[in-house]
């Protein structure tokens, strides 16, 4: 029998969260999120120190490396505003940590979600977008830091906001978004004490297919069209609000 000698977790447990890493950081890589929405029910069900501090340090290095990669499609104006309302999001975000239940937050969180995906997929029937200016974008960054922190699933939002732009031009600005969001939501995390050398150690072992997945992404990432993007977020935004919904009731 193999001792559990990483972090707390035996061998195929470490091969299994950097398989589960790798998958989410070329998704990510690609449409600039996915890896926390997808990985992190999981990661959880594995170690709950996972979530959402260890897997939220982890994915400042992937997003720094999409943002850097892709730092000419950048929509600066749109960041800025979607940044502006982060801010208030990651501190009510820690805020609620201290003074609710993670699932009474997790079970907001999940229908918020679920409820976003359902808008976004009526006003596509009826041939209309979300727009994007300064109101849906700073109101998106503030759920997204909000839930980020809460859950470590900081993405639909902003995702939902931009989910009818150019491939490129979202995942160069949600990677941008996320860069400097989650370092504020880790230094919101550090300061309230979630971040520990358990957690650390837990984002070490994820490491390898966090940046493996970047590495795949850049290979991949320029061939997914314009047409595919929108169906793509919207069904990858109702499968994480799905996810954390079951697993918040198991």
Known sequence: MIAADIAGLSLPMVALCVVLALIGST??????????MLTSPIFAMIDPSFVPAALMVAVLPLTVGVAARD??????TGFK????GRFPGVFIGVVSLRAMSHDTLAYAVSSAVLFAVLVSMIT?????VIPTNSSTLTGAGFASGFMGTVTGIGGPPIALVYSSGEPVTVRATISAFFTIGAAISVAGLVLSGAVGRHELAL????LPGVFGGLAVSSRIGHLLPAQVMRPLILTLCAFSGSLLLLRTAL
């Open 27 to 36: 998704i990510q890589g690609t449409l600039g999120f996915g890896l926390g």
């Open 71 to 76: 730092r000419a499609h950048i929509d600066s």
């Open 81 to 84: 505003w979607a940044l502006l």
């Open 124 to 128: 596509a029937r009826r041939g209309q």
């Open 203 to 206: 984002t070490a072992v994820i």
